[in-house]
C-alpha cells in the first residue's frame, strides 16, 4: 500500500500529564530542540504523554460531537447557548458547513471554547511518527521499555486514524512525516479507499500488540495507558466498526472516487469483515476476562441500616458501572485527562438539587437533559420495549397516574402519592438508575443510611424545578442520573463535593454487546450470542431475551431471526450504553441515522405548574438529517491547500 505524507508546519507542543495536568512548553522546530526531546528518559516520556494528550476529551461536553450531535442530549436555548459554545449541538440542528466546519478536527478550529486546547489530529499522528522516528536515540532507556512505549504510541497513531475516518469517511494514511522544509508543491496527499484505512489501522495495532505490557501493573500511575486488552478491545470495535453497513456494502456514494477512478467505498458487502470482527471480540473479551475483568455489581456499603432493595443494587450497578473510578472491574479503557468533574456533574447533570434540604444550591443545574425520546426507548419491567410488552399500558403511556400511598411496588422508584405521567411507571431498572425526572427518586451515598432516596420535584417550586437561571436548568424535564457519582455529597445551601471520575472509553458491557452483534451477524441466533445479551441484562435485573420476548412481547419470535436480535442487539445497546457517547456512532455504522434523526425531539413543558399543562410533549426541534451527514465536511481552505484532497461524499 502506497504510504502517504502530510506537510504541518507548526510548533510541536509538549505537555506533560500528571495528576493535576501541568505542562511545559518545548518548540522542536529544528534538528537540536529535537535532539534534546529525546535526550533522557524524562524527556522522551514528556513526548510520550503529549501523544496521550490528543486523545478527544469524552467529558468535554462542548467538543464530543457523541454528546449532543445526536438524539440523546439537548440543551434549553439557543439564545443561552450559542453555536460559538456548543458546535457539537449546533451539528444536531444542522449547522454544519464546508466554509467553516464545526467540530473540525482536521485541522483544529470550531471546536467551541477556547483553542489553545482545540484538538487537531493530523498534528496528533505527525506527533505520534516523531516519537517513532526518535524514541531510539535516548540513551538512558533499556530496550523493553522503548519496544513498549513505542507500541503505546503505534497503537495511539492507529486510533488516532480511526477517529477521523468515522468523521470524514475515506482519509490518507499518514505513516511517515514529511521533512518540515519540503516544497508545499511535493506535498500533495490524497484519500484511501476506507478498506485501505482499516486494514491499516489493525495491521498497525497488531504490530504493536506483543510489547504492551498485558495490563497495568500499577493503576493507580497507569490507568489509561495502552496494554494489549485496550489494544484487543479497540480493534474488536474498529472491526465491528469496517463490517457495519456504513463502511461494508454502502451504495449511497458511487460517484465518490479516486484519481484512478477506483471507488473509495465499497459497493458490495463482505460477510468475512464480520467473521473478523467476532474473532477479535472473543480474543478480547477472553484477555479481558483472563486478566480478572467482570460486569461491576454494586456492593452496598454497611452503614445502611435497612438493606436495600435489590431494585437499588440494580440500579446502582449501571451507574457505577461508568463512575466508579477506583477498582472498577469493568473498566477496560479510560482517559483520565477527561474527568467528569464539578462543572460536568454539578452544572451539566444534577437536576437542581438532590436534596430538599438543599433546594437553593446554585452549584448544579442539570442543562445536559436528556430527550423524551430516549426515555421511551428504555424497556417496561418486563425486558421488552414498552410498544411490544402487551401488558403495558403504551396507548396510555402520557395519561397522568398518581403513585399509590403505602406500601407501594413503586415507592423506591417513584414518590407515592404524586402525580407523573404513564411512562414512569412499570420501567426497567435502567430507566430509574440512567433518568432523573418529575416524581421520581434520587439514591446518594449521603442518604445511604435509608433504602429510600430523595425524591425528585422537578414541577415550579419544587427541589428540581428549573429556575431564572438562564442555563442551569433541563430544558426537557429529565436529567442523567447515570453520569452522577453515588459519592458526591451535597454540602452548604451553595457547595457539594464531587467524586470526579475519568471518561470510559471503552468497558466490558459495551464488548460483550459488540461480540453478540458481530456473532449474530455471522451465523444468527445461537447460544453464544445469547450468553452475552442475557448477561447484560442479568446485571439490571432482566431475565433472558428468549424468556422476556416469549412471554412479554407482542412479537414472540423475534429473537428466532437474524433480523429479529438484530433489531434487539441496537435496542440493547442504546438502552445499556445510553449517554456514554456510544447511540451517536451506532447510529451512523449502522446506517440508521437518517430514520432515527429525522424526528421531532420531544420534552415536557417544564414551566407549567399543573400536572396537566406540565406533562404537554413540547417539539423541542424537528431536525433534517441528510445521506451527506454521516461525514464531516472538510474547509474549503484546506481543499484550496490541496488540489488532490476530495471534499467529502455530497458536501
Known sequence: MMKHKIKILYAIGLF??????????????????????????????????????????GNDLQRNPALLSGDEFWLNSMTNYSQGEFPNWYIAMGAQNTNSPLLNFWDGNNQGGSGDDHVRLWRAIRDCNIFLENIYDVRDMDEVEIKRWSAEVKFLKAYFH????????????????????????????????????????????????????????????ENGRVTQIVAKAMKAEILVTAASPLFNGNADYPDYVNADNQPLFNAAENPEKWVAAATACREAIAAAEAAGKSLYKWTPPTTMIRAPQPSTIYQMSIRQAVTERMNNPESLWVNNRSTANQSHQGHGFMPRSIDPARITNSQTGGY???????????????GVPIEEDF???????????????????????????????????????????????????????????????????????????????PTRYSGTGYTPKKLVSYFNVVGSEQAFTTYTYPFVMMRLGNLYLLCAEALNEVNGPTQEVFQYLD????????????????????????????????????????????????RFWDLRRWKTA??????????????????????????????????????????????????????????
Not at 430509574?432 to 427518586?441: M, P, V
Not at 428468549?546 to 441496537?570: M, V
Open 16 to 57: 506533560l500529564l500528571s495528576g493535576c495536568n501541568k505542562y511545559m512548553d518545548i518548540v522542536p522546530d529544528n534538528i537540536a530542540e529535537l535532539e534534546q526531546a529525546f535526550s533522557m528518559r524524562v524527556m522522551a516520556e514528556r513526548y510520550l504523554f503529549t501523544c496521550y494528550s490528543y486523545i478527544p476529551r
Open 162 to 221: 480511526y477517529y477521523l475516518l468515522r468523521m470524514y469517511g475515506p482519509i490518507p494514511i499518514v505513516d511517515v512525516n514529511t521533512a518540515t522544509f519540503e516544497d508545499p508543491e511535493n506535498v500533495h496527499f490524497e484519500r484511501e479507499s476506507t478498506d485501505a484505512v482499516f486494514a491499516y489501522i489493525t495491521r498497525t495495532i497488531d504490530e504493536a500488540m506483543p510489547d504492551l505490557m498485558v495490563d497495568v501493573m500499577q493503576p493507580a500511575q
Open 368 to 382: 445536559m437533559a436528556p430527550t423524551l425520546n430516549m426515555a421511551l426507548l428504555f424497556y417496561s419491567k418486563n
Open 391 to 469: 401488558t403495558y399500558n403504551y396507548a396510555g403511556r402520557f395519561n397522568l397516574r398518581t403513585v399509590p400511598i403505602g406500601q407501594s411496588p413503586y415507592q423506591y422508584d417513584l414518590i407515592p402519592g404524586h402525580v407523573t405521567v404513564g411512562m414512569h411507571f412499570d420501567r426497567e431498572n435502567r430507566f430509574y438508575g440512567s433518568l432523573s425526572f418529575d416524581g421520581g427518586r434520587y439514591f446518594m451515598n449521603n442518604h445511604s443510611s435509608d433504602s429510600l432516596a430523595y425524591p425528585i420535584n422537578a414541577r415550579p417550586g419544587g427541589n428540581a424545578a428549573a429556575t431564572n437561571s
Open 535 to 582: 448477561a447484560i441484562r442479568a446485571r439490571s435485573g432482566l431475565r433472558g431475551v428468549i424468556e422476556s420476548w416469549s412471554d412479554f412481547s407482542s412479537n414472540p419470535t423475534k429473537p428466532n431471526s437474524k433480523e429479529g436480535l438484530r433489531e434487539i442487539i441496537h435496542r440493547e445497546r442504546t438502552i445499556e450504553l445510553a449517554f456514554e457517547s456510544q
Open 594 to 651: 437518517q430514520e432515527e434523526l429525522n424526528t421531532p425531539i420531544y420534552g415536557w413543558d417544564i414551566r407549567q405548574n399543573t400536572e396537566q399543562t406540565y406533562y404537554r410533549r413540547v417539539v423541542m426541534f424537528t431536525r433534517t438529517f441528510t445521506l451527506r451527514d454521516y461525514f464531516w465536511p472538510i474547509s474549503i481552505n484546506e481543499l484550496r491547500r490541496n488540489t488532490s484532497l476530495l471534499q467529502s461524499p455530497l458536501w
